[in-house]
């Protein structure tokens, strides 16, 4: 599976980007897609998760904040990030989630969010 993020970039406190996640082939195989993020010196975490019947699920930390969405046509995930906060600066990826709710196969490159003034 290719995943390939969109690209990210600086924004400051209160702002908003969405981020998109091309795949290769379709979606719908998959029993989930997720965006997790890793912060320099920190473990990677779940920021969210959409099913392929569309349920989501949000980390406490993003939830209200983030939004997770999926075009089946376009193979794409989406992720609103509104109200950014310095804390969510982190290198962000998208992966498929297993029946388990484990991410399954290869990271992509990720793409970087800064939150600063």
């Known amino acids: 599976v290719q995943l390939v993020e969109s690209r990210g970039g600086l924004v400051q406190p209160g702002g908003s980007l969405r981020l998109s996640c091309a795949v290769s082939?379709?979606?719908?195989?998959?029993?989930?897609m997720g965006w997790y993020r890793q912060a320099p010196g920190q473990k990677r975490e779940l920021v969210a998760t959409?099913?392929?019947?569309?349920?989501?699920n949000y980390a406490a930390s993003v939830k209200g904040r983030f939004t997770i969405s999926r075009d089946n046509a376009k193979n794409t995930v989406y992720l609103q990030m509104n109200s950014l906060k310095p804390e969510d600066t982190a290198v962000y990826y998208c992966?498929?989630?297993?029946?388990?709710?484990?991410?399954?196969?290869?990271w992509g490159q990720g793409t970087q969010v800064t939150v600063s003034s």
């Open positions: 992966i498929p989630i297993n029946t388990v709710g484990s991410p399954f196969g290869s």
């Open positions: 959409i099913t392929s019947g569309g349920s989501t």
């Open positions: 082939g379709s979606i719908f195989r998959f029993n989930a």
